[in-house]
């Protein structure tokens, strides 16, 4: 399985997602005009990933700093994914944002109580 | 456009420093958006408080290209047109605004969703959008149907208002506000 890496525009993040090392990165803004086309190939990686070529730890860096309500919803749909997979798996997720930025914080809060199976840090910077 | 109209906008709203009418497309949004980046820098704006602007200006703009595109591709009459401006009064409250023509079945559909928004407490809003998004699992929607719920969330106050321009179509105008000075 191959690694998967799309570099980041003005209105989408930087995605890393990375077997060897079981790691996933999306860092930036995310705004795309139609999210979930733009999110496809991600959601696809981490169904094969799971399905049998993931890592004994796999690790989730979100890092994004204001994002529409589409791509809101796509991250929950990611979320779901995840929550699905965390039996079989260890998985560690890493909602990293400004700690100035109070609205990145809340949107993190959100999702941690949305996903209380998850394990989810909020990680200031 | 009416020349009047963003008077009138100037007199109660203060400075307009952004302001764009015609077709929108997601190259323009990106620009926009950069631009109020560069605005929230130079007056040092709170990181949260611009994430709140940036995301309610993408959320509108992103709205009225897209209904305009599903127009185009439905019915060649309705012109796909909109109008979005962001302006500041002198306590630097920021509004942002945006006007599009929509057809009288989705102002039906629009006001009643926009009435219980504008009911609703800070709380329900929050907890009304974390139930949509959850419940919206496996729907392809653009939006899912958050994204007024995303502004609402965001804004301090929101207004909106229909103007009939003929017997099926009307003007659609959303404003929201932004305080940006926390009050004593």
């Given at each position: 399985m191959e690694n998967l890496t799309i570099e980041e525009t003005k209105y989408t993040p930087s995605i890393n997602l990375n077997v060897e090392r079981g790691t996933v990165d999306i860092i930036g803004k995310s705004y795309p005009e139609n999210t979930f086309e733009f999110y496809e190939p991600v959601m696809q990686w981490l169904e094969d990933y799971f399905n049998g070529n993931a890592q004994k730890k796999t690790v989730l860096n979100f890092e994004i700093i204001y994002f529409n309500s589409s791509s809101s919803k796509l991250l929950f749909d990611l979320f779901d994914l995840l929550e699905e997979m965390r039996e079989e798996n260890l998985i560690e997720i890493n909602w990293i944002y400004d700690s100035e930025n109070e609205s990145a914080l809340e949107a993190g809060e959100d999702f941690k109580e949305d996903f209380e199976d998850l394990n989810i840090h909020l990680v200031s910077k | 456009m009416n020349v009047d109209n963003i008077q009138s906008i100037v007199d109660e709203?203060?400075?307009?420093?952004?302001?764009?009418?015609?077709?929108?497309?997601?190259?323009?949004?990106?620009?926009?958006?950069?631009?109020?980046?560069?605005?929230?820098?130079?007056?040092?704006?709170?990181m949260g408080v611009s994430s709140n602007i940036f995301t309610i200006f993408i959320e509108l703009s992103q709205n009225v290209m897209n209904y305009s595109k599903n127009k185009i591709e439905n019915c060649k009459e309705v012109k796909s047109e909109g109008l979005i401006v962001v302006s500041k009064d002198k306590d630097m409250n920021y509004f942002i605004h945006s006007q599009n023509i929509i057809t009288k079945f989705d102002r039906e559909k629009i006001e009643p969703k926009l009435q219980e928004i504008i009911d609703s407490s800070k709380d329900d809003l929050k907890k009304k959008y974390r139930e949509l998004r959850r419940s919206g699992k496996d729907s392809h929607g653009k939006g899912g149907g958050i994204g007024?719920?995303?502004?609402?969330?965001?804004?301090?106050?929101?207004?909106?208002?229909?103007?009939?321009?003929?017997?099926?179509?009307?003007?659609f105008h959303f404003i929201s506000k932004i305080k940006t000075q926390k009050e004593d």
């Open positions: - | 709203d203060g400075i307009i420093f952004l302001t764009y009418g015609g077709f929108l497309t997601q190259t323009l949004i990106a620009g926009m958006t950069e631009a109020l980046e560069k605005e929230a820098e130079y007056y040092d704006l709170n007024f719920y995303e502004i609402a969330k965001r804004s301090d106050s929101i207004k909106y208002e229909f103007k009939e321009l003929n017997d099926d179509k009307y003007y």
